[in-house]
């Protein structure tokens, strides 16, 4: 039997992603038994997490801010090797992780942040596509890769994309998507991120 | 055709099978049972090793033992000379397949490398019923022709509830959807596709063996009937078109979700029509037709689940069906409470016929 405390903690741990209570209990053993540090270090960058991790102002990828009343740059943003006429845009931060491990990205990134989809209440409205438009313009892009996923969802984004950038004139493609699968995620990363980028298309 | 065999199975924790171990015989397997014993969680189990979903579980974490977390069925199939071993874990939410413990390149093709079809009482449906369990029996099939089937389905399917969500919020005029429409009509004319091919085949061979089946004189029809236009930019314009009128029903009027394998004796609609006994050789010449198209597809004679069998049949009909699973050649399993009526014919032993009982979970020798 866990006391109150150890259960409070228990079942914080249980509420990340793919843990269970047996896996948060294991983690809770871990802490107690290794150096008091590891939790105390940990704590402390998670209590200050919100406040000194916020998304980049230009691209929303997550940056780190000194105070959190600062405006939130990253690193890929300050980077003066990009190639500045290049624009990625991707889904998630997660993509932004994904496509930088590949590798094989130039540019620079648009995170929208979530896909178009009226079954999860996000219509075209909820899109930040107005401050992509401003940023196309203001920057004088002239290559937008649409990297959203090669699902359904993913799929609509781009197209709607194209119906809002498609008229300013820049080259608009598309990462590869290889064959549709059937829907377990296990299966969900057919093709890898570099092949996605290589093989892109014409929107 | 070369026979394939699932050789032995070992279920933990599906259904009520906290633990079977079992050894089959490669022709006829009966399995007997009072009711509620688990005789049909055997055969599920077996169609979940060969495709890796159920043929009545909608959800696969339905198929976890009550209270447990991860259920798994693995089983040994020898096809022609090779054997190989397969596995399915289920969680609720998730399946997880091998072959030869190494992750297949998609689940659709874990799907097809067992062909298996099963003969369940609610499939009087398929002559019966309205257009669902015809159009899930021209998914089956379309699977074994075209592997990406299954993907272009879902994909459909969840286009479509977008578009009708839009509506839903937005009304006719909202901004998107073109976008969805535009999905719907890609994925929804690649899925009729497939079902068209799917559907030409299964009526071939469907009409030949009605003609085993039913009385002289008697002739089935069956012919894919398109819910949409079958050519994308036509299917778009009339999701356009009907906005309005989807909005108010709350579903698209057009759309495979509508196709059907309309089915016809002597120009005369079956359903309506047929009686109970032409009804079930119907559903007969269909199934029969299902196992002679995934078997061709595969060049193997696909393994036979035959659920409750002689219960409510009448003995016409059992007599063909017997005479079906004779000529058939390759593995069948049968459930049964009064094996006695199973007649499988001349018996030499084992290998033609293997008898197990199941009592609470439990299997043994018949
Ligand atoms: N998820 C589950 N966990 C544990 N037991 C289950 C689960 N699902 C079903 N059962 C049990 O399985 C039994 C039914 O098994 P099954 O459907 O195979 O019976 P059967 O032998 O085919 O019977 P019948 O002759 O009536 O068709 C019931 O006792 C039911 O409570
Ligand atoms: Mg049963
Ligand atoms: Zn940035």
Known sequence: ?203 | MRPLVIEHVSVRQLRNLAAVDLDFGPRFNVVSGDNGQGKTNLLEALYVLATSKSFRASRPGELVVHGGELGSVRGRVREGDLSREQSVGVRPGARLVRIDGKRPPSLAAYAVATPIVVFHPGEIALSMGGGSERRRLLDRVALYLEPSSMGELESFARALRERQKALEVRGVAASDLDQWEELVARHGVRVMATRRRAATELAREAERAFERIAAEGLVLRATYAPGAPEDESRFRDELASQRARDMRRGGAGAGPHRDDLSLTIGDHPVRGVASQGQHRAVVLALKAAEVEVVGAARDVRPVLLLDDVSSELDRGRTAALFAFLRAHEGQVFLTTTRPELIDTGPTAGPADRADFRVVSGVIGPG
């Open chain 1, 1 to 203: 039997m866990l006391s109150p405390k150890l259960r409070r903690i228990t079942q914080l741990l249980a509420r990340l992603p793919g843990v269970g209570e047996k896996t948060a209990q294991r983690y809770l053993m871990f802490f107690l038994t290794a150096e008091p540090a590891l939790a105390k270090d940990l704590a402390a960058e998670l209590a200050e997490l919100h406040e000194r991790v916020r998304p980049c102002v230009r691209c929303g990828n997550l940056a780190d801010v000194e105070r959190p009343e600062q405006e939130a740059v990253c690193a890929i943003c300050l980077d003066g090797k990009r190639d500045p006429h290049i624009l990625c845009v991707v889904a998630r931060v997660h993509d932004v992780v994904a496509i930088e491990r590949a590798g094989s990205m130039r540019g620079r990134y648009f995170v929208l942040g979530r896909l178009l989809s009226p079954l999860e209440g996000v219509g075209p409205e909820e899109l930040p596509i107005p401050r992509l438009v401003r940023r196309i313009e203001a920057e004088g892009i002239t290559e937008v890769i649409v990297a959203t996923p090669p699902s359904v969802d993913g799929e609509a984004t781009a197209l709607l994309l194209k119906r809002e950038i498609g008229p300013l004139g820049v080259s608009l493609t598309r990462i590869a998507s290889g064959v549709p699968h059937g829907g377990d995620l296990e299966f969900a990363d057919a093709i890898t991120m570099g092949r996605a980028l290589a093989g892109r298309q014409k929107l």
